[in-house]
């Protein structure tokens, strides 16, 4: 069936690093694919998408790479900072659209000071 | 631009008493809706979603309902609540199938 899981429930990094936050997808005829952050308290934020006919995808500080050979994507965080400790998930979307989102697990990213 | 509401917040309610969470967006026409639950430390699950006015597909069996009396509003409610229907209750709003899904900042919901 569907789904969508992470390599790491959580990842520590210093602040300054860049961060790589992993997923892995079972449904090979998905086409869509999103990456939210999701602090404690609120709802999951947008932060970037990426369509399976480009392998990578470059927002503000943030880099999504996807590898459709072995159903991965990626989540690069460029000089993670303090602010960017939050849950993070993908999400993906099967082929032709759907009106359902499968989601991870998520990944637990804390910024060392 | 578009911006999605929830309310309350918080609640706090007893076993056995009705519920009503109420979504609401703004700036948008037609949006796909969706309710999920998220228990502490875990992932989505999709309760129910609607992509019109009446219309209600749900996800998974339980004590919850969803209706849509209008276009920008979704409710999600249930007649007695339960010990586990505790937990954080997301709405979100999809403008197409081919888009993100956005999220309002959540009711957590505590059954005492």
């Known amino acids: 069936g569907e789904s969508v899981g992470l390599h790491l429930p959580t990842l520590s990094v210093q602040e300054g690093d860049n961060s790589i936050i992993n997923c892995a997808y079972s449904?090979?005829?998905?086409?869509?694919f999103i990456w939210y952050k999701q602090e404690s308290g609120k709802g999951p934020q947008f932060i970037i998408d990426?369509?399976?006919?480009?392998d990578k995808r470059q927002g503000q500080r943030v880099t999504v790479l996807l590898n459709k050979t072995v159903k991965h994507l990626s989540l690069q965080i460029a000089a993670t900072q303090p602010g960017d400790s939050a849950v993070y998930f993908c999400?993906?979307?099967?082929?032709?659209?759907?009106?359902?989102?499968?989601f991870g697990k998520g990944t637990k990213l804390t910024v060392n000071p | 631009s578009q911006t999605i509401h929830q309310w309350p917040a918080t609640l706090v309610q007893p076993v056995g008493s009705p519920l009503s969470l109420e979504c609401t967006v703004e700036?948008?026409?037609?949006?796909?809706l969706y309710w999920y639950r998220q228990a502490a430390g875990r992932g989505l699950q999709l309760l129910f979603y609607s992509v019109g006015i009446g219309q209600i597909s749900s996800e998974v069996p339980q004590n919850l309902s969803a209706s849509r009396p209008q276009d920008r509003q979704f409710i999600l409610s249930s007649k007695k609540l339960l010990l586990s229907d505790s937990g954080f209750y997301l709405c979100?709003?999809?403008?197409?199938?081919?888009?993100?899904?956005?999220f309002g900042d959540g009711t957590r919901l505590s059954i005492l």
């Open positions: 700036g948008t026409s037609n949006p796909n």
């Open positions: 999400a993906e979307s099967p082929q032709g659209g759907s009106e359902k989102l499968v």
């Open positions: 979100a709003w999809r403008e197409d199938r081919y888009g993100p899904q956005h």
């Open positions: 449904n090979s005829a998905s086409d869509y």
């Open positions: 990426i369509r399976s006919n480009m």
